[in-house]
């Protein structure tokens, strides 16, 4: 009974930032139907064409289609990397400056690069840290 109390009610939680990825996710999807819907049209150019015959075209129609699956899981590779590195990079970073606080050492303000997430909460978390520095909170 206790995991129904603790479920979350709203998942629109920070809507600029689902938002984002919400859209890049589905300009991937976009991009994919277009990729299959232009290999589509070209197989069935060459399949209704009266001239075509079963032979060697038919290699040369899945290498097409190897290629162009290929070129879209290298697309999907690389663009969930670039999704992901905008949100594991930052929270690296944030970990490792909470455990260097937390350590004792000196600590500085959490720096994110530009264009990278959790901004938010690393300028949260330098205001709680500064906070606490000013009040002696340890």
Known sequence: ??????????????????TRYIARIFALQVLTMAATAVFTLMLAFVLFDERFKVGPGWNQIFAAFVVIA?????????LGVRI???????????????????????????????????????????????????NGIR
């Open 70 to 78: 290929m070129l879209v899981a290298a697309g999907v590779a690389w």
């Open 84 to 134: 992901s590195h905008k949100i594991c990079g930052p929270a690296f970073r944030i970990a490792a400056d909470l455990k260097s606080f937390r350590e004792g050492q000196p600590t500085r303000p959490i720096r994110l690069r530009e264009g990278d997430d959790l901004g938010e909460l690393a300028e949260a978390l330098n205001q709680t840290i500064e906070h606490w520095q000013k």
């Open 1 to 18: 009974m206790d995991d129904m109390k603790n479920r979350r009610r709203h998942f629109w939680i920070n809507p600029t930032f689902q």
